[in-house]
């Protein structure tokens, strides 16, 4: 190919990698942002598949390592890989559910210099978690919570705030006061893979969202320092958009189970677009020039209102992945700004929410339901 | 604000220097980058030296600024991080 005409101007660099290390998990919550397809993703990477793909992402000048799936401590290369990435100076954070994480699993990732864990709760109560989870976990995410912090390893609570948890946010925040975290992150539901199918039935209602912004707010104030609490208003309640990953193949890369390299972790639901495989091309090329990647990066591809709009590099268009699920051209304004001609798709489902049974999350019967 | 303490790193956070001199602090959440002075404090960062031997470090290095406006810009950072849960005191 002729150098100048595949050149691509103003390629930034990329700062964060997610490693979906494999897409099975022993928890079942309606709200997983993981495709419904999960089947199609059971031949995974390697060990040294991965190896190299890190490798390849400190050479692009990413500064940290994400390893999360599905749940990635059912790889057992997982320390291996940690180490492999602390070694090539990237920072490293493990995002699990915690019910695996016994001492010699975290002795190992400690060895390992593994910087950070995040470990999910379902509810700050068993009997409501275990069922989100579909599975009696809680108690021991309990467990794990201190046996992270007794191993030496920093620290964040996280909780997916639904329908059907967030009436109970104070208590979240209690927990994290009772086993001492000093980081939590709120995370407010957002519609994509598995909470895309079950949104009717975790959409949290006006009245939930107000309140849980006038509980932190007042936590904040009380707990000062001492509780970072990270609570960012849904989009879809919001009249401007997320900049979703800071826009669109500038900071985040993702790698599947498989090998896909996606520009958000959402973005395989793009059903328009071919996605590269680590497999076949580097992470390099892939992130530089790879068709994904170049379709929506910076301001060329946007239609109006964005492409005349002064907060055009500060929302980036919004979220692509939305505005595909939500029109299916995943190349227009996403529908959760007030500007987009196709608003009234998000206001219906926020304001007429329709009770449903969720949906819990399963290899096997995606194509089914 | 004790100022007598040594400071360090919170769990979790990394100090991360660029081959061309600049420097950066890596938390979960992201990147933290620092200017030429917050980098040459934090370098010196090592769970013994106090705010105040750092600052004096600076102040030996930098003969044009007068010591005492450096002492205090680098207790204003220190005081700046601990806010922020990136060292403790």
């Not at chain 1, 793009?270 to 497999?279: A, K, W």
């Not at chain 2, 010196?44 to 450096?70: K, W």
Request: hydrophobic letters at 40%; proline letters at 6%.
């Amino acid at each position: 190919m002729n150098e100048a005409a595949r050149s691509i101007p103003d390629v930034p660099r990329p700062l964060s990698l997610l490693c979906e290390l494999t897409y099975r998990c022993n928890l079942q919550c309606p709200y997983c942002y993981n495709p419904l397809d999960l089947h199609t993703y059971r031949d995974e990477l390697d060990a040294a598949a991965w190896e190299r793909v890190l490798g390849e992402a400190a050479e692009l000048g990413v500064l940290q390592a994400h390893f999360s799936g599905g749940e990635p401590t059912l790889r057992p290369e997982l320390p291996q890989l940690v180490q492999r990435a602390a070694a090539a100076g990237l920072y490293t954070n493990l995002i699990t559910q915690g019910t695996f994480l016994d001492d010699a699993l975290l002795g190992r990732l400690k060895s390992a210099n593994l910087d950070h864990v995040q470990i999910s709760v379902q509810a700050p109560e068993e009997h409501l978690a275990d069922e989100i989870a579909g599975t009696r976990v809680h108690a021991r995410k309990m467990d794990a919570l201190r046996r992270v912090q007794d191993a030496g390893f920093a620290l964040t609570l996280n909780c997916v705030l639904t329908r059907m948890n967030h009436h109970l946010i104070e208590d979240v925040i209690g927990l994290a006061q009772e086993y001492g975290i000093g980081k939590l992150e709120l995370a407010n539901v957002q519609f994509y893979g598995w909470a895309y199918r079950n949104r009717a039935a975790l959409m949290p209602t006006r009245e939930q969202v107000e309140h849980g912004t006038a509980v932190v707010a007042a936590a904040r104030k009380r707990l000062g320092s001492t509780l970072q609490i990270a609570y960012v208003l849904p989009d879809y309640f919001e009249e401007r958009p997320k900049p979703c990953m800071h826009g669109w193949g500038r900071a985040f890369i993702t790698v599947t189970p498989d090998g896909r390299v996606l520009p958000c972790p959402a973005a395989a639901a793009i059903s328009t677009l071919r996605f590269d495989n680590v497999r076949e091309r580097s992470l390099g090329d892939i992130w530089r020039e790879g068709d994904a990647f170049v379709a929506y990066r910076g301001t060329q591809w946007m239609p109006d209102p964005c492409k005349s709009c002064d907060r055009r590099e500060i929302d980036w268009g919004g979220c692509r992945c939305q505005a595909f699920l939500l029109t299916g051209d995943a190349g227009v304004t996403d529908p959760a700004c007030g500007l987009s001609p196709r608003h009234d798709l998000v206001a219906a489902w926020r304001d007429d929410p329709v009770d449903a049974p969720a949906v819990p999350r399963r290899m096997q019967t995606a194509s089914r339901t | 604000m004790n100022h007598a303490g040594a400071p360090a790193f919170e769990r979790g956070v990394r100090l991360r220097r660029e081959p061309d001199g600049s420097a950066m602090l890596l938390v979960p959440e992201g990147v933290v980058m620092l200017n030429g002075s917050a980098a040459a404090a934090l370098a010196l960062v090592d769970g013994e030296r106090t705010i105040d031997q750092i600052a004096a470090e600076i102040a030996r290095a930098n003969f044009d600024a007068p010591s005492e406006r450096i002492a205090e810009d680098v207790r204003v950072l220190f005081d700046r991080l601990h806010e922020r849960r990136l060292v403790r005191l």
